[in-house]
């Protein structure tokens, strides 16, 4: 099954400590996207990448990294610099050579500042 | 800024009512319209979707109505069950934007037996 994988689910860092949350896809897709989502909030972008080699700031790309050096994946690195990194994280992929263009998403990864 | 406004934030219906989300944008250059669902701790996954020529879109107790002029579009869920009770989010691309989605804020739906 095609889809997009996710890990670790749950993940607790330590204050000033860098933490690498991992986006793996088999769908083939070009397009990728991190987001944070908040408690009972809506989603925001972090980075997008459309091209290997290549990624975008998103709206709240500060204390975040990213690359893009293999088309199935789309790493994120939480950085010390990142003062309130507490949230759900969710990467997602897309394709606009799809009859039905949409994002499909991961299950997410549950990030917690101890 | 591209935004998609969505309300309300959060609504409870009776098992068997109708659920109504509605959206709202101002970027004419957005030309698909897409519905995701989300349940607690799981990744938005596609509902249903709509391009602007096109003004109802059904698929099951799923609806979406599209306004053009208004530049509105709303989700009805008919005949709402527990199992509907999620977070619906409303989006919208603009290929001009790099295809990337604009998503609207959320709607918490819970459906009570």
């Known amino acids: 099954d095609g889809g997009i994988t996710q890990s670790p689910k749950y993940l607790f860092r330590k204050e000033g400590q860098n933490v690498t949350l991992s986006c793996e896809q088999n769908?083939?897709?070009?397009?990728m996207y991190w987001y944070r989502q908040d408690p009972g909030q809506g989603l925001r972008l972090i980075y997008y990448s459309q091209i290997v080699n290549d990624f975008q700031k998103g709206d709240i790309a500060e204390g975040y990294s990213v690359s893009r050096e293999k088309k199935e994946s789309f790493p994120l690195t939480v950085t010390s610099a990142q003062k309130n990194p507490t949230a759900f994280y969710l990467c997602?992929?897309?394709?606009?050579?799809?009859?039905?263009?949409?994002?499909?998403f991961g299950s997410g990864t549950r990030l917690t500042v101890v | 800024q591209q935004q998609v406004k969505q309300s309300p934030q959060s609504l409870i219906v009776q098992k068997g009512g109708i659920s109504i989300i509605n959206c709202a944008y101002e970027n004419t250059a957005f030309d698909y319209f897409p519905w995701y669902q989300q349940f607690p701790g799981k990744g938005p996954a596609l509902l249903i979707a709509?391009?602007?020529?096109?003004s109802e879109k059904k698929e099951g107790r799923f609806t979406i109505s599209f306004n053009k002029s208004a530049k509105q579009f709303s989700l009805h869920i008919m005949d709402s069950q527990p199992g509907d009770s999620a977070t619906y989010f409303c989006a919208a691309r603009s290929k001009a934007a790099g295809n990337k989605l604009t998503f609207g804020g959320g709607t918490r739906v819970l459906v009570k037996p």
């Open positions: 997602a992929s897309s394709t606009d050579r799809a009859k039905h263009y949409g994002y499909t």
């Open positions: 769908l083939n897709h070009d397009a």
């Open positions: 709509i391009r602007p020529d096109v």
